[in-house]
Protein backbone atom coordinates (compact mmCIF):
# COMPACT_ATOMS: atom_id res chain seq x y z
CA UNK A 1 0.00 0.00 0.00
CA UNK A 2 1.26 3.37 -0.65
CA UNK A 3 2.53 5.10 2.07
CA UNK A 4 1.00 8.49 1.13
CA UNK A 5 -3.04 9.64 0.98
CA UNK A 6 -3.71 12.39 -1.67
CA UNK A 7 -6.51 14.31 -1.06
CA UNK A 8 -8.16 15.77 -3.92
CA UNK A 9 -7.92 20.25 -2.99
CA UNK A 10 -11.42 22.18 -3.67
CA UNK A 11 -11.40 26.06 -3.40
CA UNK A 12 -13.19 28.16 -1.81
CA UNK A 13 -14.91 29.37 -4.12
CA UNK A 14 -16.28 25.58 -5.19
CA UNK A 15 -16.79 25.01 -1.53
CA UNK A 16 -18.87 27.91 -1.33
CA UNK A 17 -21.35 26.92 -4.87
CA UNK A 18 -21.80 23.59 -3.29
CA UNK A 19 -22.63 25.13 0.46
CA UNK A 20 -24.78 28.47 -1.69
CA UNK A 21 -26.57 25.33 -3.78
CA UNK A 22 -27.91 23.35 -1.02
CA UNK A 23 -29.08 26.23 1.74
CA UNK A 24 -30.97 27.49 -1.77
CA UNK A 25 -32.10 24.20 -2.46
CA UNK A 26 -33.29 23.98 1.72
CA UNK A 27 -34.69 27.27 1.49
CA UNK A 28 -36.90 27.16 -1.71
CA UNK A 29 -38.09 23.66 0.19
CA UNK A 30 -38.55 24.75 3.09
CA UNK A 31 -42.12 25.49 4.48
CA UNK A 32 -41.54 28.32 6.87
CA UNK A 33 -39.98 30.44 3.84
CA UNK A 34 -43.09 29.99 2.13
CA UNK A 35 -45.33 30.87 5.04
CA UNK A 36 -43.10 34.15 5.86
CA UNK A 37 -43.50 35.07 2.57
CA UNK A 38 -47.63 34.76 2.76
CA UNK A 39 -47.46 36.53 5.99
CA UNK A 40 -45.27 39.40 4.43
CA UNK A 41 -47.93 39.58 1.77
CA UNK A 42 -51.00 39.46 3.87
CA UNK A 43 -49.92 41.75 7.24
CA UNK A 44 -49.91 44.94 4.79
CA UNK A 45 -53.55 44.01 3.09
CA UNK A 46 -54.72 43.66 6.11
CA UNK A 47 -53.79 46.73 8.10
CA UNK A 48 -54.38 48.51 5.42
CA UNK A 49 -58.00 47.57 5.26
CA UNK A 50 -58.71 47.44 8.89
CA UNK A 51 -56.75 51.02 9.62
CA UNK A 52 -59.35 52.19 6.33
CA UNK A 53 -62.55 50.91 8.25
CA UNK A 54 -61.53 52.32 11.55
CA UNK A 55 -60.35 55.64 10.38
CA UNK A 56 -61.79 58.40 12.15
CA UNK A 57 -63.55 56.30 14.31
CA UNK A 58 -63.71 57.40 18.48
CA UNK A 59 -62.91 55.37 21.49
CA UNK A 60 -64.01 56.94 24.67
CA UNK A 61 -62.48 56.09 28.05
CA UNK A 62 -64.96 54.95 30.37
CA UNK A 63 -63.21 56.53 33.86
CA UNK A 64 -61.80 59.88 32.36
CA UNK A 65 -64.25 60.63 29.04
CA UNK A 66 -61.36 61.23 26.99
CA UNK A 67 -62.15 60.76 23.98
CA UNK A 68 -59.54 58.89 21.40
CA UNK A 69 -59.91 59.57 17.23
CA UNK A 70 -58.87 56.80 15.42
CA UNK A 71 -56.06 57.73 12.68
CA UNK A 72 -55.77 55.69 9.89
CA UNK A 73 -52.82 56.08 6.57
CA UNK A 74 -53.34 58.66 4.82
CA UNK A 75 -51.98 57.05 1.20
CA UNK A 76 -50.99 54.07 0.68
CA UNK A 77 -46.58 54.90 0.57
CA UNK A 78 -47.22 55.49 4.41
CA UNK A 79 -47.23 51.61 4.82
CA UNK A 80 -43.89 51.71 3.29
CA UNK A 81 -42.24 54.32 5.01
CA UNK A 82 -42.42 57.86 5.74
CA UNK A 83 -40.56 61.15 4.13
CA UNK A 84 -37.52 61.93 5.52
CA UNK A 85 -37.88 64.57 8.47
CA UNK A 86 -41.47 63.23 9.53
CA UNK A 87 -40.26 60.46 11.33
CA UNK A 88 -38.61 62.63 14.50
CA UNK A 89 -41.46 64.40 14.74
CA UNK A 90 -43.96 61.07 14.90
CA UNK A 91 -45.33 59.25 17.93
CA UNK A 92 -44.91 55.52 17.89
CA UNK A 93 -48.65 55.03 16.35
CA UNK A 94 -49.92 52.70 14.46
CA UNK A 95 -48.53 54.15 11.03
CA UNK A 96 -44.92 54.43 12.15
CA UNK A 97 -44.92 50.77 13.79
CA UNK A 98 -47.28 48.79 11.45
CA UNK A 99 -45.13 49.78 8.14
CA UNK A 100 -42.71 47.53 6.01
CA UNK A 101 -39.87 47.78 8.63
CA UNK A 102 -41.79 45.02 10.91
CA UNK A 103 -40.17 42.60 8.02
CA UNK A 104 -36.67 43.12 9.83
CA UNK A 105 -38.43 41.33 12.93
CA UNK A 106 -39.45 38.86 10.58
CA UNK A 107 -36.30 37.82 8.38
CA UNK A 108 -35.26 37.70 12.49
CA UNK A 109 -37.23 34.42 12.82
CA UNK A 110 -36.49 33.01 9.56
CA UNK A 111 -32.84 33.20 10.21
CA UNK A 112 -33.08 32.00 13.40
CA UNK A 113 -35.03 28.73 12.39
CA UNK A 114 -33.03 27.78 9.46
CA UNK A 115 -29.98 28.19 11.31
CA UNK A 116 -30.68 26.77 14.75
CA UNK A 117 -32.68 23.63 12.60
CA UNK A 118 -28.56 22.95 11.29
CA UNK A 119 -27.85 22.46 14.93
CA UNK A 120 -31.06 21.15 16.20
CA UNK A 121 -31.65 18.07 13.50
CA UNK A 122 -27.66 17.10 13.62
CA UNK A 123 -27.33 18.67 10.05
CA UNK A 124 -24.56 20.78 11.53
CA UNK A 125 -22.21 17.60 12.41
CA UNK A 126 -22.55 16.09 8.98
CA UNK A 127 -21.77 19.72 7.73
CA UNK A 128 -18.55 20.65 9.92
CA UNK A 129 -17.21 17.50 9.44
CA UNK A 130 -16.42 17.40 6.18
CA UNK A 131 -16.08 21.32 6.31
CA UNK A 132 -13.06 22.61 8.17
CA UNK A 133 -13.25 26.10 7.22
CA UNK A 134 -16.57 28.04 8.40
CA UNK A 135 -16.19 30.86 6.01
CA UNK A 136 -18.52 29.49 3.38
CA UNK A 137 -20.95 28.47 5.92
CA UNK A 138 -21.39 31.96 7.63
CA UNK A 139 -21.39 33.73 3.76
CA UNK A 140 -24.25 30.56 2.51
CA UNK A 141 -26.22 31.86 5.38
CA UNK A 142 -25.49 35.47 4.94
CA UNK A 143 -26.71 35.05 1.48
CA UNK A 144 -29.46 32.98 2.31
CA UNK A 145 -31.00 35.62 4.75
CA UNK A 146 -30.66 38.54 2.76
CA UNK A 147 -32.25 37.02 -0.26
CA UNK A 148 -35.24 35.89 1.83
CA UNK A 149 -35.09 38.88 3.79
CA UNK A 150 -35.54 40.99 0.61
CA UNK A 151 -37.96 38.72 -0.87
CA UNK A 152 -40.32 39.20 2.52
CA UNK A 153 -39.28 43.62 1.58
CA UNK A 154 -41.00 42.71 -2.04
CA UNK A 155 -44.06 40.43 -0.63
CA UNK A 156 -44.96 43.34 1.81
CA UNK A 157 -44.55 46.08 -1.09
CA UNK A 158 -46.84 43.83 -3.25
CA UNK A 159 -49.11 43.27 -0.52
CA UNK A 160 -49.17 46.79 -0.04
CA UNK A 161 -50.04 47.34 -3.30
CA UNK A 162 -52.71 45.03 -3.37
CA UNK A 163 -54.45 46.39 -0.10
CA UNK A 164 -54.30 49.71 -0.91
CA UNK A 165 -56.32 48.79 -4.20
CA UNK A 166 -58.74 46.59 -2.38
CA UNK A 167 -59.28 49.79 0.63
CA UNK A 168 -59.44 52.29 -2.29
CA UNK A 169 -56.47 54.28 -0.22
CA UNK A 170 -54.55 56.91 -2.63
CA UNK A 171 -51.68 56.04 -4.59
CA UNK A 172 -50.61 59.52 -4.93
CA UNK A 173 -47.34 60.50 -5.09
CA UNK A 174 -47.37 64.06 -3.89
CA UNK A 175 -43.92 65.36 -3.80
CA UNK A 176 -42.09 61.74 -4.41
CA UNK A 177 -41.23 60.07 -7.38
CA UNK A 178 -41.63 56.39 -8.53
CA UNK A 179 -37.88 56.89 -8.73
CA UNK A 180 -38.16 57.79 -4.55
CA UNK A 181 -40.12 54.39 -4.32
CA UNK A 182 -37.68 52.24 -6.35
CA UNK A 183 -34.55 54.14 -4.13
CA UNK A 184 -36.42 53.87 -0.88
CA UNK A 185 -37.49 50.26 -1.41
CA UNK A 186 -33.35 49.17 -3.00
CA UNK A 187 -32.28 50.88 0.47
CA UNK A 188 -34.47 48.89 2.89
CA UNK A 189 -33.05 45.64 0.75
CA UNK A 190 -29.58 46.74 1.38
CA UNK A 191 -30.16 47.70 4.77
CA UNK A 192 -31.31 44.30 5.18
CA UNK A 193 -28.24 43.01 5.04
CA UNK A 194 -27.27 44.54 8.20
CA UNK A 195 -29.89 42.73 9.96
CA UNK A 196 -29.09 39.74 8.98
CA UNK A 197 -25.43 39.82 9.63
CA UNK A 198 -26.51 40.49 12.70
CA UNK A 199 -29.00 37.50 13.03
CA UNK A 200 -26.44 35.11 11.71
CA UNK A 201 -23.96 36.08 14.25
CA UNK A 202 -26.86 36.01 17.44
CA UNK A 203 -27.62 32.23 15.66
CA UNK A 204 -24.21 31.03 15.28
CA UNK A 205 -23.33 31.97 18.59
CA UNK A 206 -26.05 30.42 20.34
CA UNK A 207 -26.22 26.82 18.12
CA UNK A 208 -29.37 24.84 18.54
CA UNK A 209 -31.17 27.52 21.23
CA UNK A 210 -34.07 28.63 19.00
CA UNK A 211 -35.56 30.89 21.42
CA UNK A 212 -31.96 32.24 22.67
CA UNK A 213 -31.59 33.39 19.34
CA UNK A 214 -34.72 34.78 18.37
CA UNK A 215 -34.79 36.69 21.67
CA UNK A 216 -31.40 38.21 20.66
CA UNK A 217 -32.15 39.00 17.02
CA UNK A 218 -35.38 40.28 18.09
CA UNK A 219 -33.61 42.69 21.24
CA UNK A 220 -31.22 43.86 18.31
CA UNK A 221 -33.53 44.97 15.77
CA UNK A 222 -35.49 46.34 18.29
CA UNK A 223 -32.46 48.79 19.34
CA UNK A 224 -31.78 49.29 15.46
CA UNK A 225 -35.46 49.60 14.24
CA UNK A 226 -35.64 53.86 14.67
CA UNK A 227 -32.36 53.80 12.25
CA UNK A 228 -34.61 52.37 9.74
CA UNK A 229 -37.24 55.22 8.82
CA UNK A 230 -34.27 57.02 9.12
CA UNK A 231 -31.74 55.24 6.36
CA UNK A 232 -34.65 54.56 4.59
CA UNK A 233 -37.25 57.69 4.19
CA UNK A 234 -39.65 57.35 0.99
CA UNK A 235 -38.05 60.48 -0.15
CA UNK A 236 -34.91 58.11 -0.95
CA UNK A 237 -31.91 59.09 -3.30
CA UNK A 238 -29.29 57.27 -4.68
CA UNK A 239 -27.34 58.75 -1.41
CA UNK A 240 -29.74 56.63 0.69
CA UNK A 241 -28.41 53.33 -1.55
CA UNK A 242 -25.18 53.89 -1.35
CA UNK A 243 -25.00 54.22 2.31
CA UNK A 244 -26.90 51.22 3.35
CA UNK A 245 -25.55 49.14 0.78
CA UNK A 246 -21.84 50.46 2.20
CA UNK A 247 -22.96 49.87 5.63
CA UNK A 248 -24.64 46.43 4.59
CA UNK A 249 -20.94 45.23 3.25
CA UNK A 250 -19.09 46.39 5.93
CA UNK A 251 -21.70 44.67 8.75
CA UNK A 252 -21.07 41.52 6.71
CA UNK A 253 -18.10 41.64 6.66
CA UNK A 254 -17.11 42.35 9.80
CA UNK A 255 -19.80 40.72 11.54
CA UNK A 256 -19.46 37.91 9.36
CA UNK A 257 -15.76 37.32 10.46
CA UNK A 258 -16.88 37.44 14.11
CA UNK A 259 -19.35 34.37 13.00
CA UNK A 260 -16.89 32.35 11.42
CA UNK A 261 -14.30 33.03 14.45
CA UNK A 262 -17.09 31.75 17.09
CA UNK A 263 -17.94 28.89 14.84
CA UNK A 264 -13.73 27.92 14.57
CA UNK A 265 -13.67 28.26 18.31
CA UNK A 266 -16.47 26.59 19.87
CA UNK A 267 -17.94 23.23 19.89
CA UNK A 268 -20.01 22.54 17.15
CA UNK A 269 -22.52 20.33 19.19
CA UNK B 1 0.41 4.87 7.56
CA UNK B 2 -1.74 5.63 9.95
CA UNK B 3 -5.42 7.18 9.16
CA UNK B 4 -5.26 8.53 12.73
CA UNK B 5 -2.76 9.31 15.18
CA UNK B 6 -3.58 10.90 18.61
CA UNK B 7 -1.00 12.35 21.04
CA UNK B 8 -2.40 13.32 24.82
CA UNK B 9 -5.43 14.56 23.26
CA UNK B 10 -7.24 15.81 26.79
CA UNK B 11 -10.76 17.60 27.23
CA UNK B 12 -12.06 19.30 29.29
CA UNK B 13 -15.44 20.25 30.02
CA UNK B 14 -15.26 23.24 32.98
CA UNK B 15 -14.15 21.20 36.24
CA UNK B 16 -14.44 17.64 34.24
CA UNK B 17 -11.71 15.94 32.61
CA UNK B 18 -13.67 13.70 29.46
CA UNK B 19 -10.57 12.93 27.68
CA UNK B 20 -7.11 12.88 29.72
CA UNK B 21 -4.15 12.75 28.04
CA UNK B 22 -5.38 10.08 25.62
CA UNK B 23 -2.74 8.63 22.75
CA UNK B 24 -4.45 6.18 19.85
CA UNK B 25 -3.24 4.63 16.66
CA UNK B 26 -5.47 4.01 13.91
CA UNK B 27 -3.59 2.13 10.94
CA UNK B 28 -5.36 2.85 7.46
CA UNK B 29 -7.16 -0.23 6.99
CA UNK B 30 -8.29 -1.25 9.82
CA UNK B 31 -11.86 -1.36 11.34
CA UNK B 32 -10.87 -0.15 14.55
CA UNK B 33 -13.32 -1.36 17.73
CA UNK B 34 -13.41 1.76 20.23
CA UNK B 35 -14.50 0.59 23.82
CA UNK B 36 -15.18 2.13 26.20
CA UNK B 37 -17.75 2.24 29.85
CA UNK B 38 -20.65 4.88 29.19
CA UNK B 39 -18.81 8.33 30.16
CA UNK B 40 -15.42 6.65 29.26
CA UNK B 41 -14.68 9.30 26.63
CA UNK B 42 -15.91 7.63 23.71
CA UNK B 43 -17.87 10.11 22.08
CA UNK B 44 -16.32 12.75 22.76
CA UNK B 45 -12.70 11.56 21.35
CA UNK B 46 -14.62 10.77 18.65
CA UNK B 47 -16.17 14.07 18.33
CA UNK B 48 -12.71 15.55 18.34
CA UNK B 49 -11.57 13.92 15.80
CA UNK B 50 -14.08 14.64 13.57
CA UNK B 51 -13.70 18.22 14.70
CA UNK B 52 -17.02 19.18 16.14
CA UNK B 53 -15.34 20.14 19.62
CA UNK B 54 -12.32 20.93 20.02
CA UNK B 55 -9.15 19.65 22.37
CA UNK B 56 -8.17 21.69 25.62
CA UNK B 57 -4.83 19.93 24.18
CA UNK B 58 -2.61 17.46 22.56
CA UNK B 59 -2.78 16.57 18.67
CA UNK B 60 -4.78 14.34 16.30
CA UNK B 61 -3.36 13.72 12.69
CA UNK B 62 -5.29 11.82 10.01
CA UNK B 63 -3.21 10.62 7.41
CA UNK B 64 -0.37 12.48 8.65
CA UNK B 65 -1.78 15.70 8.48
CA UNK B 66 -3.57 18.20 11.57
CA UNK B 67 -7.19 17.04 11.52
CA UNK B 68 -8.56 20.87 10.80
CA UNK B 69 -6.52 20.18 7.41
CA UNK B 70 -10.04 20.82 4.69
CA UNK B 71 -9.13 18.02 2.28
CA UNK B 72 -8.64 15.76 4.40
CA UNK B 73 -11.89 16.45 6.35
CA UNK B 74 -13.91 16.24 3.43
CA UNK B 75 -12.94 12.15 2.99
CA UNK B 76 -14.29 12.04 6.41
CA UNK B 77 -17.69 10.05 6.57
CA UNK B 78 -19.19 9.91 10.30
CA UNK B 79 -22.26 9.08 12.52
CA UNK B 80 -22.30 10.30 15.88
CA UNK B 81 -25.27 9.75 18.29
CA UNK B 82 -27.81 10.41 15.58
CA UNK B 83 -27.71 10.85 11.69
CA UNK B 84 -27.82 14.84 10.90
CA UNK B 85 -30.91 14.77 8.98
CA UNK B 86 -34.36 17.08 8.64
CA UNK B 87 -37.32 15.35 10.13
CA UNK B 88 -39.63 16.89 7.64
CA UNK B 89 -37.67 16.09 4.61
CA UNK B 90 -37.57 13.14 2.82
CA UNK B 91 -34.89 10.44 3.03
CA UNK B 92 -34.06 10.62 -0.40
CA UNK B 93 -33.56 14.48 -0.04
CA UNK B 94 -31.67 14.64 3.23
CA UNK B 95 -29.32 12.30 1.43
CA UNK B 96 -29.31 14.41 -1.84
CA UNK B 97 -28.64 17.60 0.39
CA UNK B 98 -25.82 16.00 1.86
CA UNK B 99 -24.56 14.63 -2.03
CA UNK B 100 -24.67 18.18 -2.60
CA UNK B 101 -22.92 19.66 0.91
CA UNK B 102 -20.11 17.37 -0.52
CA UNK B 103 -20.10 18.57 -4.35
CA UNK B 104 -20.44 15.15 -5.59
CA UNK B 105 -21.72 14.94 -9.33
CA UNK B 106 -23.50 12.24 -10.23
CA UNK B 107 -25.21 12.46 -7.06
CA UNK B 108 -28.30 10.91 -7.98
CA UNK B 109 -26.94 7.60 -8.89
CA UNK B 110 -23.86 7.75 -5.72
CA UNK B 111 -27.00 8.10 -3.39
CA UNK B 112 -28.70 5.00 -5.12
CA UNK B 113 -25.75 3.03 -4.90
CA UNK B 114 -24.94 3.96 -0.83
CA UNK B 115 -28.87 3.68 -0.27
CA UNK B 116 -28.81 0.16 -1.88
CA UNK B 117 -25.66 -0.70 0.21
CA UNK B 118 -27.95 -0.56 3.21
CA UNK B 119 -30.60 -1.75 1.70
CA UNK B 120 -32.66 1.19 2.39
CA UNK B 121 -33.86 1.72 -1.46
CA UNK B 122 -37.37 1.19 -0.72
CA UNK B 123 -37.62 3.76 2.02
CA UNK B 124 -36.07 6.21 -0.29
CA UNK B 125 -39.77 8.30 -0.25
CA UNK B 126 -40.17 7.56 3.57
CA UNK B 127 -40.29 11.14 5.49
CA UNK B 128 -37.30 11.44 7.74
CA UNK B 129 -39.04 11.35 10.64
CA UNK B 130 -41.17 8.36 10.01
CA UNK B 131 -38.57 5.89 9.89
CA UNK B 132 -37.81 3.33 12.75
CA UNK B 133 -34.86 3.67 14.71
CA UNK B 134 -33.47 1.02 12.84
CA UNK B 135 -33.63 2.70 9.72
CA UNK B 136 -32.65 5.98 10.63
CA UNK B 137 -29.59 4.13 11.64
CA UNK B 138 -29.11 2.78 8.19
CA UNK B 139 -29.93 6.05 6.56
CA UNK B 140 -27.05 7.45 9.09
CA UNK B 141 -24.80 5.05 7.95
CA UNK B 142 -25.38 5.78 4.09
CA UNK B 143 -25.11 9.43 4.63
CA UNK B 144 -21.80 8.47 6.13
CA UNK B 145 -20.93 6.18 3.19
CA UNK B 146 -21.83 9.40 0.79
CA UNK B 147 -18.76 10.93 -1.21
CA UNK B 148 -16.13 8.16 -0.34
CA UNK B 149 -14.52 9.16 2.82
CA UNK B 150 -11.36 7.20 3.33
CA UNK B 151 -12.21 7.36 7.62
CA UNK B 152 -15.61 6.73 8.82
CA UNK B 153 -16.51 7.38 12.75
CA UNK B 154 -19.39 5.90 13.62
CA UNK B 155 -20.68 6.10 17.17
CA UNK B 156 -22.93 3.04 18.73
CA UNK B 157 -24.31 2.64 14.41
CA UNK B 158 -25.20 -1.01 15.81
CA UNK B 159 -27.81 0.53 18.32
CA UNK B 160 -31.49 -0.43 16.87
CA UNK B 161 -30.62 -2.71 14.23
CA UNK B 162 -32.22 -6.01 14.41
CA UNK B 163 -30.27 -9.39 13.14
CA UNK B 164 -30.29 -8.85 9.56
CA UNK B 165 -29.33 -4.76 10.34
CA UNK B 166 -26.19 -5.93 11.98
CA UNK B 167 -25.54 -8.56 9.05
CA UNK B 168 -25.69 -5.88 6.27
CA UNK B 169 -23.61 -3.61 8.65
CA UNK B 170 -21.17 -5.96 8.85
CA UNK B 171 -20.78 -6.52 5.42
CA UNK B 172 -20.96 -3.15 4.59
CA UNK B 173 -17.87 -2.31 6.78
CA UNK B 174 -15.82 -5.28 5.85
CA UNK B 175 -16.13 -4.54 2.38
CA UNK B 176 -15.61 -1.24 2.16
CA UNK B 177 -12.32 -1.40 4.36
CA UNK B 178 -11.27 -4.57 1.35
CA UNK B 179 -9.22 -2.61 -0.38
CA UNK B 180 -6.96 -1.53 2.67
CA UNK B 181 -7.61 2.45 2.37
CA UNK B 182 -10.49 2.44 4.03
CA UNK B 183 -10.40 3.02 7.58
CA UNK B 184 -14.09 2.77 10.25
CA UNK B 185 -13.49 3.51 13.69
CA UNK B 186 -17.00 2.11 15.45
CA UNK B 187 -18.14 2.18 18.62
CA UNK B 188 -20.49 -0.24 20.26
CA UNK B 189 -21.43 -1.57 23.24
CA UNK B 190 -22.68 -5.10 21.41
CA UNK B 191 -18.69 -6.39 21.24
CA UNK B 192 -19.81 -9.48 19.93
CA UNK B 193 -20.90 -7.98 16.83
CA UNK B 194 -17.37 -5.54 17.23
CA UNK B 195 -15.99 -8.94 17.38
CA UNK B 196 -17.16 -10.12 13.87
CA UNK B 197 -15.77 -7.36 12.11
CA UNK B 198 -12.99 -5.37 14.20
CA UNK B 199 -9.42 -5.85 13.51
CA UNK B 200 -7.65 -3.60 15.79
CA UNK B 201 -9.03 -2.53 19.46
CA UNK B 202 -8.50 0.28 21.66
CA UNK B 203 -10.27 0.21 25.54
CA UNK B 204 -10.73 3.29 26.92
CA UNK B 205 -11.05 3.93 30.42
CA UNK B 206 -12.22 7.37 32.46
CA UNK B 207 -10.33 9.36 29.21
CA UNK B 208 -7.67 7.26 29.14
CA UNK B 209 -6.49 4.21 26.51
CA UNK B 210 -6.52 1.52 28.51
CA UNK B 211 -4.88 -0.87 26.04
CA UNK B 212 -4.57 -0.99 22.01
CA UNK B 213 -4.20 -4.23 20.55
CA UNK B 214 -4.58 -6.02 17.04
CA UNK B 215 -7.55 -8.66 16.91
CA UNK B 216 -4.45 -11.09 16.86
CA UNK B 217 -3.26 -9.98 19.62
CA UNK B 218 -6.79 -9.87 21.49
CA UNK B 219 -6.75 -13.47 20.39
CA UNK B 220 -3.42 -14.35 22.10
CA UNK B 221 -4.39 -12.71 24.92
CA UNK B 222 -7.62 -14.48 25.84
CA UNK B 223 -7.08 -16.96 27.64
CA UNK B 224 -8.57 -20.51 26.74
CA UNK B 225 -10.75 -22.56 29.40
CA UNK B 226 -12.05 -26.11 29.68
CA UNK B 227 -15.96 -26.26 29.92
CA UNK B 228 -17.33 -29.05 30.84
CA UNK B 229 -20.46 -31.12 32.20
CA UNK B 230 -21.34 -33.77 34.61
CA UNK B 231 -24.41 -34.92 36.26
CA UNK B 232 -23.54 -33.74 39.53
CA UNK B 233 -21.87 -29.88 38.93
CA UNK B 234 -21.90 -29.03 42.73
CA UNK B 235 -19.69 -32.43 43.63
CA UNK B 236 -17.57 -31.68 40.35
CA UNK B 237 -17.24 -28.02 41.43
CA UNK B 238 -15.69 -28.84 44.63
CA UNK B 239 -13.36 -31.64 43.44
CA UNK B 240 -12.17 -29.37 40.59
CA UNK B 241 -11.71 -25.98 43.19
CA UNK B 242 -9.33 -28.27 45.18
CA UNK B 243 -7.04 -29.04 42.26
CA UNK B 244 -7.27 -25.79 40.29
CA UNK B 245 -6.80 -22.07 41.43
CA UNK B 246 -10.10 -20.85 39.21
CA UNK B 247 -13.29 -22.77 38.78
CA UNK B 248 -16.58 -20.77 37.40
CA UNK B 249 -20.01 -21.89 36.51
CA UNK B 250 -21.24 -20.15 33.22
CA UNK B 251 -24.37 -18.72 32.18
CA UNK B 252 -24.73 -21.56 29.74
CA UNK B 253 -24.82 -24.09 32.66
CA UNK B 254 -20.68 -25.20 32.17
CA UNK B 255 -18.24 -25.38 34.58
CA UNK B 256 -15.08 -23.59 33.46
CA UNK B 257 -11.71 -24.52 34.19
CA UNK B 258 -9.14 -21.83 33.06
CA UNK B 259 -5.62 -23.27 34.54
CA UNK B 260 -6.23 -26.48 32.72
CA UNK B 261 -3.12 -27.78 30.85
CA UNK B 262 -5.48 -29.66 29.11
CA UNK B 263 -9.18 -31.90 28.72
CA UNK B 264 -7.10 -35.01 28.86
CA UNK B 265 -5.68 -33.92 32.97
CA UNK B 266 -9.00 -33.03 33.74
CA UNK B 267 -10.68 -36.25 32.46
CA UNK B 268 -8.79 -38.44 34.28
CA UNK B 269 -8.85 -36.62 37.71
CA UNK B 270 -12.37 -36.31 37.56
CA UNK B 271 -12.61 -40.19 36.39
CA UNK B 272 -9.70 -40.99 39.24
CA UNK B 273 -12.39 -39.43 41.78
CA UNK B 274 -15.18 -41.53 40.31
CA UNK B 275 -17.07 -38.98 38.19
CA UNK B 276 -18.28 -39.09 34.88
CA UNK B 277 -18.12 -36.53 32.49
CA UNK B 278 -20.87 -36.04 30.38
CA UNK B 279 -19.27 -33.15 27.83
CA UNK B 280 -15.76 -31.34 27.34
CA UNK B 281 -14.72 -28.47 25.23
CA UNK B 282 -11.74 -26.19 24.97
CA UNK B 283 -12.72 -22.59 24.14
CA UNK B 284 -11.33 -19.10 24.34
CA UNK B 285 -13.15 -16.02 26.34
CA UNK B 286 -14.52 -13.71 23.87
CA UNK B 287 -14.38 -9.95 23.98
CA UNK B 288 -17.48 -8.92 26.17
CA UNK B 289 -15.29 -11.70 29.11
CA UNK B 290 -11.95 -10.61 27.93
CA UNK B 291 -13.46 -6.47 28.57
CA UNK B 292 -15.26 -7.32 31.53
CA UNK B 293 -12.56 -8.72 33.29
CA UNK B 294 -10.40 -5.97 32.10
CA UNK B 295 -12.77 -3.06 33.48
CA UNK B 296 -12.36 -5.29 36.70
CA UNK B 297 -9.08 -5.79 36.72
CA UNK B 298 -9.94 -9.78 36.43
CA UNK B 299 -7.26 -12.12 35.53
CA UNK B 300 -8.87 -14.82 32.71
CA UNK B 301 -7.16 -12.60 30.75
CA UNK B 302 -3.30 -11.72 29.71
CA UNK B 303 -2.23 -8.40 30.99
CA UNK B 304 -3.02 -5.93 28.78
CA UNK B 305 -0.06 -3.48 26.74
CA UNK B 306 -0.16 -0.50 25.31
CA UNK B 307 0.24 -1.58 21.60
CA UNK B 308 1.63 0.10 18.44
CA UNK B 309 0.18 -1.37 15.35
CA UNK B 310 2.49 -1.82 12.34
CA UNK B 311 0.79 0.04 9.48
CA UNK B 312 -0.56 -2.79 7.94
CA UNK B 313 -3.27 -3.55 5.42
CA UNK B 314 -4.99 -6.25 5.93
CA UNK B 315 -4.04 -7.90 3.08
CA UNK B 316 -0.26 -7.21 4.68
CA UNK B 317 -1.61 -9.33 7.76
Known amino acids: ?269 | MNAVEIKGLTKNFGPKQAVSGLNMTVPAGAIYGFIGENGSGKSTTEKMICGLILPSGGSIKLYGKDYTDADVRARVGVLIEAPGCFPNMSVWNNMMLQASNLGIKNSETEVQKVLKMVRMEGAAGNKYKNCSLGMKQRIGIAMALLGDPVLLVLDEPLNGLDADGMRIMREVLTDITKDGKHTVIVSSHLLGELQKIATHYGIIRHGKMLCEMTAEELDANCRTYVALQTKDMNRTKALLACKYSRVEEDEAGYLRVYDAKSPEEIVTYLYENGMLINEIKTDKIGLEEYYIDLMNGGSSSAPAKQSHFPSKSKEER
Open chain 1, 1 to 269: MENTMKFEHKTFGKKLKTMLAVDFRRMFKSPIFYIMIGVALVIPALILVMTTMMDGTVSVDPTTGAETVMEGFDNVWQSIGSVSGESSEMSMDLTSMCNINMMYFLAAVLICIFIADDFRSGYAKNLFTVRANKADYVISKTLIGFVGGAAMLIAYFVGTMLGGAISGLPFALGALTVGNIVMCMLAKVFLMLVFVAIFVLVSVATKQKLWASIIGSLGASMLLFTMIPMMTPLNSSIMNVMMCLIGGVLFSIGLGAVSKMILSKTSLV
